[in-house]
């Protein structure tokens, strides 16, 4: 079964840093995609925010290897991404203010409820704050969804 999911950049990071706590359960998230069991829609700019991510916790040669790698996703249409126009700042503008949230975050959660998309993030602050506006997934439910054996 197939089934589309907006992914936060906290899955990114978690798959790509070793020693990560949720590295396991975001191995088995991008192991889906690669399966086609998962379609992944993200906002342009969680490349940006993983990579910055990565080269703080890790090294900015990390880095610069999750980036070619999520490169090399996109090409492959892997991960589909939502271009920001002025329209989807608006939106995240208002979301960051309503919903008192951080600017990367109210952008990824404008994606998700816009393409009506279930969030998965590890970002729990983050997923408390989204389930007001649209669906969130805990990521080991997408997961356990995707595998009902696991």
């Given at each position: 079964m197939m089934i589309e999911a907006t992914l936060d950049s906290s899955v990114f990071v978690s798959a790509f840093v070793k020693g990560e706590e949720h590295r396991p359960t975001a191995s088995v998230i991008i192991k889906r995609m690669f399966d086609g069991?998962?379609?992944?829609?993200?906002s342009v700019i969680v490349p940006v925010e993983v990579c910055g991510a990565?080269?703080?916790?890790a090294s900015p040669e990390a880095a610069r290897k999750a980036m070619t790698q999520i490169r090399k996703w996109g090409d492959l249409k892997l991960i589909n991404y939502s271009e920001l126009t002025e329209d989807r700042?608006?939106?995240?503008?208002?979301?960051?203010?309503s919903l008192r949230l951080k600017g990367m975050d109210a952008i990824v959660i404008q994606v998700s409820k816009e393409m009506k998309s279930p969030l998965v993030t590890f970002d729990q602050e983050m997923a408390k704050r989204a389930r007001t506006v649209t669906t969130v997934l805990e990521p080991a439910a997408l997961t356990s969804e995707l595998n009902p054996d696991q």
């Open positions: 069991k998962l379609r992944v829609v993200t990565i080269a703080r916790r700042s608006r939106e995240s503008a208002e979301l960051a203010l």
